[in-house]
């Protein structure tokens, strides 16, 4: 594989289940992030994560949690999903923090 | 209020036209500005890089950066149908802090 990779591409999920969303990257970057897009609010920034061992919240944290266990992986779980929810969401990275962030293709969520 | 506000269109023009995207901000701390394309279903790629005032330009496209306005724009000359996209302007205060991102303008390029 050669840059970022998420999954699923696509889930249908009930409101209460959890669910986690897997994000890996092969470039070894430092910085990854989570971000949900939304019609009328753009993208926003969920959690993060400088390096290894290290996350952080970002606008929107509540509801999501993450590890970063090693350089490659990041995911985003859902302890208890709620229709609020539904979104598009992307996980990127950098080389470092603010530096140019290479974007996954997405994971459409729908939680009913 | 936002602290980047992004015009989310939708803009439609006619191939060939100049199209000109912006993005304001509040925050006067914000230097490095970055424009990203996303096509529809996919995730946003980087565009164009800038750092404080000025332009940059990069075959048809133009970024350009008015720090004294807070006020950003990107030009698109003899645009294409390939052009059509969102547009999200994003900016941070230092090289090592996180991104804030416009809203993204939708864009449609009629052959």
């Known amino acids: 594989i050669a840059g970022i990779t998420q999954a699923p591409t696509s889930q249908i999920l009930a409101a209460g289940r959890r669910m986690t969303l897997r994000c890996t990257q092969d470039?070894?970057?430092?910085?990854m992030y989570w971000y949900r897009q939304d019609l009328g609010l753009g993208l926003r920034l969920i959690h993060y994560?400088?390096?290894?061992?290290?996350?952080g919240k970002g606008e929107v944290p509540d509801g999501y949690s993450v590890s970063r266990a090693n350089t490659d992986d990041f995911p985003l779980t859902l302890a208890s999903a709620v229709p609020s929810q539904t979104s598009v969401y992307f996980c990127?990275?950098?080389?470092?923090?603010?530096?140019?962030?290479?974007f996954g293709p997405g994971t459409r969520l729908t939680v009913l | 209020q936002k602290e980047v506000e992004q015009d989310p269109g939708p803009l439609s023009v006619p191939e060939g036209a100049i199209v000109s995207l912006n993005c304001t901000y509040s925050?006067?701390?914000?230097?490095?500005f970055m424009w990203y394309r996303q096509y529809s279903r996919k995730g946003p790629e980087l565009l164009m890089y800038?750092?404080?005032?000025g332009n940059k330009e990069d075959g048809r496209f133009t970024a350009q950066v008015d720090k004294s306005s807070k006020y950003i724009s990107l030009f698109i000359r003899d645009s294409q149908p390939s052009d059509s996209a969102t547009y999200l302007c994003?900016?941070?205060?230092?090289?090592?802090?996180?991104?804030?991102f416009g809203e993204g303008t939708q864009l449609t390029v009629n052959p």
């Open positions: 994003a900016m941070n205060p230092t090289s090592g802090s996180r991104l804030t």
């Open positions: 800038t750092y404080s005032s």
């Open positions: 925050n006067s701390a914000f230097q490095y």
């Open positions: 990127a990275s950098s080389k470092g923090m603010g530096d140019t962030q290479y």
């Open positions: 470039m070894r970057h430092n910085a």
């Open positions: 994560s400088n390096t290894a061992g290290t996350t």
